[in-house]
């Protein structure tokens, strides 16, 4: 693992007018395109492109962004791997695992520190299912590498036993939501904000949440070309990110007022998911990073990856003090 480039203010000054001009830092790319991947839960993400804040600071560096959804993490990387976006908003642990086993090579940007009880296994409120150990034979629904299949695995050992022991069915959040209504599934495995929404609007029970199990820390990305040749532009990104994330917390009121018609949700839902969020924003370091081993030897030796991760093979970047 190595470190990359660390702007300081004065290089960050200094190259603002050579960034202007708009040097590609990819062939058939605009050089004044920064293209951000997000997802439903990227809130941080979401707040900034709400209030157009990397509008505004992207300009002194001759750089605006734009905006690519995805239904989930997976898909995020994958695009990312592909160079078809730069930079990936924030996914959970468990995602860069699997994008590592498929050839990725991965800059951790930053880190949104643990969790726990923003994600949960849920069932409905009459389920007969009451303990962890009720999952056996039973249909549980969830999305491929989010941070709820390494839950998924840890309560299952928990339980004493394996993933072979569930049919497990691979669901996106939106479809695995209907398919938890009408009972296709026994239970459901779920993240912030849709976790809260089942709470709140399905009468969903949690069997389960990540405490004692699963930490649930999410990282921001990059492709390791882009975050060599443009280390201002991610400078800027983090400071923002750093801030966003103090002013959620902050101000819960007015930042699940402002995510409510974003993401479609009744604003008191809004505020019950964030209340479950750190959104406190650091830099990925070698220290707190060291749960992805963790995370990679589990869906290895489970056989749910095609080989074993050295999840330390990835570079950091460093953001400027």
Same mark, same amino acid.
């Given at each position: 693992?190595?470190?990359i ?12 007018a ?8 990819a ?16 809130t ?8 157009? /804040? ?7 560096l ?9 239904t989930?993490g ?8 592909l160079d ?5 908003a924030?996914?959970a642990?468990?995602v ?7 050839g990725?090579?991965l /800059? ?8 726990? /009880?923003a994600?949960?296994?849920?069932v ?46 691979y669901?996106?959040?939106?479809? +695995?939501?209907?398919a ?9 495995v ?6 809260s ?5 399905s +009468? ?13 820390? #999410? ?19 983090y ?5 966003? +994330?103090?002013?959620v ?5 007015d ?29 990925? /370091? #070698?220290?707190v990073? +060291? ?12 056989k ?18």
């Open positions: 693992m190595k470190n480039l660390r702007p300081t203010r004065r290089e960050a000054l200094g190259m603002a050579a960034l202007a001009a708009g040097a590609a830092w062939q058939g790319t605009a050089a004044q395109t920064v293209r951000i991947g997000y997802q439903k839960s990227s941080l993400i979401a707040v900034l492109k709400i209030q157009g /804040t990397l509008e505004k600071q992207f300009a002194p001759g750089v605006k962004p734009s905006w690519h959804e995805f989930s997976l898909p995020l990387l994958e695009a990312l791997n078809n976006v730069d930079v990936s924030d996914v642990d468990t860069p695992v699997f994008a590592q086993a498929a990725a090579k /800059t951790f940007v930053a880190q949104e520190a643990p969790s726990p /009880t994600q949960a296994i849920l409905k409120a009459d389920s007969p299912l009451k303990t962890l150990a009720d999952l056996k034979g039973r249909k549980v629904g969830f999305a491929k590498a989010a941070g709820v299949h390494y839950l998924l695995l840890a309560a299952l050992e928990k339980a004493g036993l394996s993933f072979k022991d569930i049919e497990p069915a669901l996106t959040p939106a479809d +695995g939501r209907a938890f209504e009408r009972g296709a599934i026994d239970a459901w779920v993240w912030d904000p849709f976790l929404a089942a709470e709140r609007q +009468g969903a029970r949690v069997l389960a949440d990540g405490t004692g199990l699963a930490s649930y820390q #999410r990282y921001y990305l990059a492709s390791t070309r882009f975050a060599r040749q443009q280390a201002q532009v991610l400078g800027v990104l400071a923002e990110l750093e801030k966003t +994330g103090r002013w917390k902050q101000n819960p009121r930042a699940a007022a402002l995510l409510a018609p974003f993401w479609g949700l009744d604003a008191a839902i809004v505020e019950q998911a964030n209340a479950r969020r750190s959104y406190a924003v650091r830099p990925a /370091t #070698r220290e990073i +060291g749960e992805q081993q963790r995370i990679a030897d589990a869906f290895f030796a489970e749910l990856l095609p080989r074993k991760v050295d999840a330390l093979d990835i570079d950091l970047f460093k953001p400027s003090a």
